[in-house]
């Protein structure tokens, strides 16, 4: 599936719940069944800088996609980065580079965050895409 695709299924999904309430239920239920990133990887360096709770996101390259694993020690934070990784792992790092994120406005995400969430969700995108520039060099 491309990430436009991802993104579509997303909001839809999105769509289904009537309420913020019901949204981050299923924000949570998402996070609960992230893959559990490796014990090895939750160090200070895999950290993402900015975010209010400790995020931790490490990128592996396999042939031409990149895939992710994170977790976070706060639930809401851990589906919001779920999310992330359902649309840009197992992904060509140029597309994650050039994709957009509006599906994140269009679900309404950003304005039911508190700003501080919002701000560690700004910083969850830029550092998978600074991933995603890192590996294509390597592509080159």
């Not at 160090?43 to 694993?69: P, R, Y």
Request: hydrophobic share 40%; aromatic share 8%.
């Amino acid at each position: 599936m491309t990430i436009k695709d991802i993104q579509a299924e997303i909001v839809d999904e999105f769509s289904m719940f009537d309420d913020w309430m019901q949204r981050y239920e299923y924000m949570i239920d998402l996070g609960k069944s992230l893959p559990l990133i490796d014990a090895q990887y939750k160090t200070d360096d895999n950290i993402i800088k900015g975010c209010q709770s400790k995020v931790w996101v490490h990128a592996e390259l396999t042939g031409d996609k990149l895939s992710f694993t994170a977790d976070s020690d706060a639930i809401i934070t851990k589906g919001i980065i779920a999310i992330l990784i359902r649309v840009f792992s197992d992904q060509h790092p140029k597309d994650i580079i050039a994709a957009d994120t509006n599906f994140i406005d269009e679900i309404g995400l950003k304005e039911h965050l508190s700003p501080t969430r919002a701000n560690g969700l700004v910083s969850m995108v830029k550092q998978l895409k600074l991933y995603a520039i890192a590996y294509q060099t390597q592509l080159k």
